[in-house]
């Protein structure tokens, strides 16, 4: 499976922008996907995943302004961000979590797709 990702770039303080991520193809089942960030000189940390059944989890720093969302009939995961911040700037990654089948748990990366917030 691959994953695409899709939407980063440069934007100012302030502002918005939405990445996507699409698997290749279908599994399974899966668990949840999420996007992660790694900024330079720091370890990668998860900023928001959504379940199978719509459950959500944001990291501390995002909350009230980024929304996770999820089309499973089109294995992509979305990633609304608001009100963006310097500290935001990082390489994002998109993440599976799931099963090749009943008995196999596989994990996904995607590439990841620069995301720089600076005026």
């Known amino acids: 499976v691959q994953l695409q990702a899709s939407g980063g770039g440069l934007v100012q303080p302030g502002g918005s922008l939405r990445l996507s991520c699409a698997a290749s193809r279908t599994i399974f089942s899966i668990n949840a996907m999420g996007w992660y960030r790694q900024a330079p000189g720091k370890q990668r940390e998860l900023v928001a995943a959504?379940?199978?059944?719509?459950?959500?989890n944001y990291a501390d720093s995002v909350k009230g302004r980024f929304t996770i969302s999820r089309d499973n009939a089109k294995n992509t995961v979305y990633l609304q961000m608001n009100r963006l911040k310097p500290e935001d700037t990082a390489v994002y990654y998109c993440n599976l979590d799931g099963y090749s089948d009943p008995w196999t748990g596989v994990e996904y990366w995607g590439k990841g797709t620069q995301v720089t917030v600076s005026s």
């Open positions: 959504i379940s199978s059944g719509g459950s959500t």
